[in-house]
């Protein structure tokens, strides 16, 4: 079995700063891609960033120059560093992670469930 839990929402009024995480435990062999999303009420979920194995990052155009994603491979845990929030980064913020449990098992997608970040104008 395996467990994504993120921490780090909070309240926080435009133009500060959060950092979330987000912890992947359990029967882990590899992790490769890990990732942060997030779903505001009424839209869509959206990819806010991701990062792979090596430590290459992609980023929403929104977040470009905002927001960092980084990790810890010793630890399977996944970071987003949040400057200059805006109103509109409000938001259920998600991590996910692609691993795989055994050797020459699956790849498969796990979710946390989810931080809320809210940002007060």
């Known amino acids: 079995q395996v467990q994504l839990v993120e921490s780090g929402g909070d309240l926080v009024q435009a133009g500060g700063s959060l950092r979330l995480s987000c912890a992947a435990s359990?029967?882990?062999?590899?992790?490769?891609?890990m990732g942060w999303y997030r779903q505001a009420p009424g839209n869509q979920r959206e990819l806010v960033a991701s990062?792979?194995?090596?430590?290459?990052?992609n980023y929403a155009d929104s977040v470009k120059g905002r927001f960092t994603i980084s990790r810890d491979n010793a630890k399977n845990t996944v970071y987003l560093q949040m400057n200059s929030l805006k109103s509109e980064d409000t938001a259920v913020y998600l991590c996910?992670?692609?691993?795989?449990?055994?050797?020459?098992?699956?790849?498969?997608?796990?979710w946390g469930q989810g931080t809320q970040v809210t940002v007060s104008s």
């Open positions: 359990g029967t882990i062999l590899s992790i490769n891609g």
């Open positions: 996910n992670a692609d691993l795989r449990m055994k050797s020459f098992g699956p790849i498969q997608r796990y």
């Open positions: 990062i792979t194995s090596g430590g290459s990052t």
